[in-house]
């Protein structure tokens, strides 16, 4: 199973951005499409964007289309999630994953996850 590292999250004012990565601890995670999601508290955990191994294909959820920009670069074996304008119902803890995408859905291809990231958007 790919094991991966989330980072770069952190307190942040409305209207603000983050840059999220997403990192193995080998050289894998670059023959992976790799989804990024989010568990707000109190709610289930939602998948808000993935990228296809290349980076030829993204998909956005509507909740962070035209704001959250995913990317890769399989050099260093790294995903971004790029945050911009973000506001207080983007605050959860983030987590990367691989996937199997469908089209424009996707869903986890293994059962485990990395600690993930905390993201707080607050005043």
């Known amino acids: 199973q790919l094991q991966v590292v989330e980072s770069g999250g952190g307190l942040v004012q409305p209207g603000g951005s983050l840059r999220l990565s997403c990192a193995d601890s080998?050289?894998?995670?670059?023959?992976?499409?790799i989804g990024w999601f989010r568990q707000a508290p109190g709610k289930e955990r939602e998948g808000i964007s993935s990228?296809?191994?290349?980076?030829?294909?993204?998909n956005y959820a509507d909740s962070v289309k035209d704001r959250f920009t995913i990317s890769r670069d399989n050099a260093k074996n790294t995903v971004y999630l790029q945050m911009n304008s973000l506001t207080p119902e983007d605050t959860g803890v983030y987590y990367c994953?691989?996937?199997?995408?469908?089209?424009?859905?996707?869903?986890?291809?293994?059962?485990?996850w990395g600690q993930g990231t905390q993201v707080t958007v607050s005043s």
């Open positions: 994953a691989p996937v199997r995408i469908y089209d424009s859905r996707f869903r986890p291809s293994q059962g485990s």
């Open positions: 990228i296809s191994s290349t980076g030829s294909a993204t």
């Open positions: 080998g050289s894998t995670l670059r023959y992976y499409n």
